[in-house]
């Protein structure tokens, strides 16, 4: 990707997250309005679960900015693995949510609650703006290729999954089956944990440098280019959303300097047309000819 078409992305990616922000700052104080004149305890730990997705969107809106930097002395491969890492973030504070509505379903006394019709009618709203708001995001991000929009988007969902089972639990616990509201306050840790193990999945790979091509593939590839002897070396890692591969090819030890750089870039143009390589380093060694 070119620089211009990164700078580019990166500033959409910080509009819609910015955009995200705002409304998860209006999220929060409908759930808090609610939470209070119901004394459900449950939707006042929503509201304090959208506080931490308010934070989150200025946490990842600041790492954008930095992972949209160019590379410099200190990065000489850019600054993309700030935003793997913050996607890594993301997964944690998921791992976070669901550790706390655990201890919340087992520790917490059952109090008399109240169920208004004007604040159900709120949550409702909640709810389907969440799932609009996840659905935008998811789209954005699979357009951009953001995994950090895509991270969120699955965040959102999470939060419309939660808005369904607090209001299943509100609405029932006001009827005095509390038992119900434990059971859904574990049921959405099962899925925030399982949105969370997805993005580890993801992510990992990316911070621990697992190959991002197949090497096996990547070998047979590059021994096909004409002029190339051997391949003695192969290596590929992420960086943010970008591949990066290393080589070390051997080439006819009688060709001329500019007949083994001729060969070393129909490498990289192959790496780049199939693959989609973004940065390519390409050693020569001599190879005798027997």
Same mark, same amino acid.
């Given at each position: ?8 992305? *990166? ?12 409304? #998860? ?31 989150? #969107? ?71 703006? #969440? ?109 943010? *959303? ?30 780049? *047309? ?17």
């Amino acid at each position: 990707m070119k620089p211009t078409e990164q700078k580019s992305k *990166d500033r959409k990616v910080q509009q819609i997250i910015l955009i995200e922000g705002l409304y #998860n700052i209006i999220v929060l104080l409908i759930k808090l309005v609610v939470g209070l004149a119901t004394n459900s305890l449950a939707i006042i730990g929503d509201a304090i679960h959208s506080l931490t997705d308010v934070l989150n #969107n200025v946490v990842i809106w600041l790492v954008m900015r930095v992972a949209g930097k160019p590379a410099d002395k200190d990065h000489p491969y850019g600054h993309r693995k700030f935003e793997t890492m913050a996607v890594f973030g993301l997964a944690s504070l998921l791992v976070v949510l669901a550790v706390q509505l655990i201890l919340h379903a087992f520790q917490s006394e059952p109090e008399p609650i109240v169920s208004e019709p004007w604040g159900l009618g709120l949550m409702v709203l909640v709810l389907l703006l #969440n799932l609009m708001i996840s659905l935008w995001e998811r789209h954005w991000g699979k357009k951009l290729g953001s995994d950090i929009l895509l991270a969120d988007a699955q965040h959102t969902l999470v939060d419309a999954i939660t808005t369904v089972l607090v209001i299943v639990s509100w609405q029932l616990s006001a009827l005095g089956y509390v038992w119900l509201d434990q059971l859904c306050a574990i049921g959405v840790a099962g899925l925030v944990l399982y949105f969370a193990y997805g993005l580890f999945h993801q992510v990992v790979p990316i911070l621990v440098d697992g190959f991002a091509i197949d090497p096996d593939v990547l070998n047979k590839a590059v021994a096909q280019v004409a002029g190339v002897r051997q391949v003695r070396q192969v290596r590929s890692r992420w960086i943010g *959303d970008n591949k990066a591969v290393d080589l070390i090819i051997a080439v006819d030890d009688d060709l001329s300097v500019i007949e083994s750089h001729d060969i070393a870039h129909a490498v990289e143009d192959m790496l780049v *047309d199939r693959f989609s390589v973004a940065d390519a380093s390409i050693h020569v060694e001599p190879c005798s000819v027997d």
